[in-house]
């Protein structure tokens, strides 16, 4: 295989993960030195603002953590429901941005693979739904509650099925390991979205809204390197145990780093993701002979053909 003998010539460099942990003691300390400097004196009362008109306004309440958001932000988890309406949101305003090909027979096509791939993920409490975007921008999309895109750009690369059940496994794991709810709970926004996500059923929908922003900000600037590292072993897993070649998703990888450094399609994966090349060398640390026993097809001949 190609990419088996990439292996010799590519050196293993070591990555540390972009931390992104809830920091407890910063976190209260920040609060204590806002109240301070807010605070007003104890014989004064508060200031007020005269507009144009003469009017007095009072000054902007300030706005308080309480238990229950910061109890949410260090114990708590999304429901399933709110899952999936997060994600629902997210994907809608992908698909307003970027619609899918118009091409039946290929979303149907891709829908089967990925679905029979995501049967191995564990996951079997969401509804899977799978799409190619009509871009040739060279990436993929995951967001919360089982969906997934693949670009018609990075589709182009593919030479069989296998390199495709290799790029939806990566994003399948996304899902999986619920990574973008992870970096949703630890955002700079948690303090907005604790109160709400602490909430009642019928306030779910004011969830959602509060997520709209932040969803976006992390499908714009992608999630941190040790997620898509742990994407990559597990999207090998789930490909070889629906029976394909493992090795689908290193050789996409390994065409992706054979591209042009300055190649248009590629300016947001590299803005999202780590350098292909950098994924190669991670993959050989951590697989290290594991699946060279594993035998799967590639299926070349049942593969989908766009123009």
Excluded: C
């Amino acid at each position: 295989m190609k990419f088996k003998l990439m292996f010799l010539a590519l050196s293993l460099v070591s990555f540390s993960g972009v931390a992104s942990g809830f920091d407890l003691d910063r976190f209260l300390q920040g609060k204590q030195d806002k109240e301070k400097t807010t605070q007003p004196a104890p014989a004064q009362a508060p200031s007020t603002t005269t507009t144009q008109e003469g009017v007095a306004t009072p000054p902007p309440a300030k706005q308080k953590i309480d238990a229950q958001q910061l109890g949410f932000a260090l114990f708590g988890d999304y429901s399933l429901e709110e899952e999936n309406r997060i994600g629902r949101q997210i994907s809608g305003n992908l698909l307003g941005a970027v619609p899918l090909v118009r091409d039946d027979a290929l979303q149907r096509y891709v829908n089967l693979v990925g679905n029979w791939v995501a049967l191995q993920s564990g996951r079997a409490d969401i509804t899977w739904r799978f799409g190619v975007l009509d871009t040739d921008d060279i990436n993929a999309f995951a967001a919360p509650g089982g969906y997934i895109f693949v670009t018609r750009g990075l589709y182009r690369l593919l030479d069989n099925e296998a390199e495709l059940a290799g790029v939806l496994g990566h994003e399948i794991a996304h899902v999986a390991r619920k990574h973008h709810l992870k970096v949703l709970k630890q955002s700079s926004l948690i303090s907005a979205l604790g109160q709400v996500a602490g909430s009642k059923a019928q306030n779910s929908d004011q969830l959602v809204q509060n997520l709209i922003g932040n969803g976006a900000e992390i499908m714009a600037r992608g999630l941190d390197k040790n997620a898509e590292y742990e994407a990559d072993r597990y999207g090998m897993v789930f490909a070889a145990r629906a029976g394909y070649e493992p090795w689908g998703l290193p050789e996409v990888l390994q065409d992706m780093a054979a591209l042009p450094a300055k190649d248009e399609r590629t300016s947001l994966l590299y803005k999202t993701h780590p350098h292909p090349a950098d994924r190669i060398s991670e993959l050989g640390k951590s697989v290290d002979g594991r699946l060279d026993a594993v035998h799967g097809k590639d299926l070349a001949s049942r593969f989908y053909r766009i123009q």
